[in-house]
């Protein structure tokens, strides 16, 4: 069992940048590929990306390929998400979520997830 918990959103103007970190428990969290989801109101959780088991690879949503960057630490149990040149449509919840599925982009092919922290990008 993996439990995770996210932190480092917050209020931020367009064009500005934030750092979520998502902190998992457990001895297995190295053994998993790690995701980043977000929910904006009134719409479904949508994949943002995801990183591979040792770090080396990592996969992106279309909208933020180019402006966000996934990361972890194996060592730290941490997944992280670097969001640069943020826009009002970034605006949502963000979820970090563990699969056991190599690749995974759908929610379903993920098994344990965060709470969410709030992301707000003003225009």
């Known amino acids: 069992q993996v439990q995770l918990v996210e932190s480092g959103g917050g209020l931020v103007q367009a064009g500005g940048s934030l750092r979520l970190s998502c902190a998992a428990s457990?001895?297995?969290?190295?053994?998993?590929?790690m995701g980043w989801f977000r929910q904006a109101p009134g719409k479904e959780r949508e994949f943002v990306g995801g990183v591979s088991v040792s770090g080396t690879i990592r996969f992106y949503a279309d909208s933020v390929k180019g402006r966000f960057t996934i990361s972890r630490d194996n060592a730290k149990n941490t997944v992280y998400l670097q969001m640069n040149t943020l826009k009002p449509e970034d605006t949502a919840v963000y979820y970090c979520a563990a699969s056991s599925l190599s690749g995974a982009r759908r929610l379903y092919e993920y098994i344990h997830w965060g709470q969410g922290t709030h992301v707000t990008v003003s225009s």
């Open positions: 457990g001895r297995t969290f190295s053994t998993y590929v």
